[in-house]
């Protein structure tokens, strides 16, 4: 069973920079496409981005695109989202995900969630 536990979050300037982890425990990364997700209070959870299970592929929300960037570590079992530049906007709770399978940002197709993480971004 796959299990996912975010850190990294905090808060942080505007113009700022913040890493984001997501630690699998339970099972290897390797077979898992793992997104990323956000909840901004009073609105839905939105994909951010996803990395394909071997790492060779990655997708972004325009939201986001040229400001986040998520990369995978497979020796260290995690996933990173480096987000900079951060705006108000990006104020959040942000999830990890994973799924099996061809990657999406459907978050309804993700079997597997982290607690979450929140990300502040505020002068």
């Known amino acids: 069973q796959l299990q996912l536990v975010e850190s990294g979050g905090g808060l942080v300037q505007p113009g700022g920079s913040l890493r984001l982890s997501c630690a699998a425990l339970?099972?290897?990364?390797?077979?898992?496409?793992i997104g990323w997700f956000r909840q901004a209070p009073g609105k839905e959870r939105e994909g951010v981005s996803w990395?394909?299970?071997?790492?060779?592929?990655?997708n972004y929300a325009d939201s986001v695109r040229g400001r986040f960037t998520i990369s995978k570590d497979n020796a260290k079992n995690t996933v990173y989202l480096q987000m900079n530049s951060l705006k108000p906007e990006d104020t959040a709770v942000y999830y990890c995900?994973?799924?099996?399978?061809?990657?999406?940002?459907?978050?309804?197709?993700?079997?597997?969630w982290g607690q979450g993480t929140q990300v502040t971004v505020s002068s």
């Open positions: 990395i394909s299970s071997s790492g060779g592929r990655t």
């Open positions: 339970g099972s290897t990364l390797d077979y898992y496409v």
């Open positions: 995900a994973g799924r099996q399978g061809l990657a999406t940002m459907e978050q309804g197709r993700y079997k597997y």
